[in-house]
Antibody, heavy 121, light 107 residues
């Protein structure tokens, strides 16, 4: 079955970086964009950006430009989200999700289980 | 960026009630609108895509309608497992944006 499995929870100090992984299975990895969405405690969903696993091309929300990097390794069907210069308000659950315009009009049809990133001194 | 505004922010309802949640976009998103359900501590789950298409495996009591700027999610007969927070999402243009959520709880 289609699955996205993320890496485990992280605790980081302010100013540090975090890298979250998302391993895809059950589908053709290069056939779907991988998006990253975060959710701060008690808050709503916030889109961070996306990567085209086929080309490696990326798009980011302006808020994260310069601080976020998204990469992929097609040999192991895994995407990565790297966020630098962490602040306390980056504390959130980070989700990977997939979308294909031709299939669901770009809706996110499968989500990872989420990775809690806590930023604290 | 396209702003998505949901109403109401929260509602209380009873099992068996018909529930309607609305989502308005600040500009047309055509039919590139989806609805997700999220339960506490869990990842969101896709219910409706392309404004009115039911995702595979989702009960038929969920339905979506609308196009352009105004959209509706309807639950025809609320079940105990439907108490959750619901989000609309536009995927018409980058950045994808979500509504602020509508929390449905037990009356």
């Amino acid at each position: 079955q289609v699955q996205l499995v993320q890496s485990g929870a992280e605790v980081k100090k302010p100013g540090a970086s975090v890298k979250v992984s998302c391993k895809a299975s059950g589908y053709t990895f290069t056939g779907y964009y991988m998006h990253w969405v975060r959710q701060a405690p008690g808050q709503g969903l916030e889109w961070m950006g996306r990567i085209n696993p086929n080309s490696g091309g990326t798009d980011f929300a302006q808020k994260f430009q310069g601080r976020v990097t998204m990469t992929r390794d097609t040999s192991i069907n895994t995407g990565y989200m790297d966020l630098s210069s962490l602040r306390s308000d980056d504390t959130a659950v980070y989700y990977c999700t997939r979308a294909a315009v031709a299939v669901t009009g770009g809706a996110f049809d499968t989500w990872g289980q989420g990775t809690l990133v806590t930023v604290s001194s | 960026d396209i702003q998505m505004t949901q109403s109401p922010p929260s509602l209380s309802a009873s099992v068996g009630d018909r529930v309607t949640i609305t989502c308005r976009a600040s500009q047309s998103v055509r039919s590139y609108l989806s609805w997700h359900q999220q339960k506490p501590g869990k990842a969101p789950k896709l219910l409706i895509y392309a404004a009115s298409s039911l995702q595979s495996g989702v009960p038929s009591r969920f339905s979506g309608s609308g196009s352009g700027t105004d959209f509706t999610l309807t639950i025809s007969s609320l079940q105990p497992e439907d108490f959750a927070t619901y989000y609309c999402q536009q995927s018409y243009t980058i950045p994808d944006t979500f509504g602020q959520g509508t929390k449905v709880d037990i009356k």
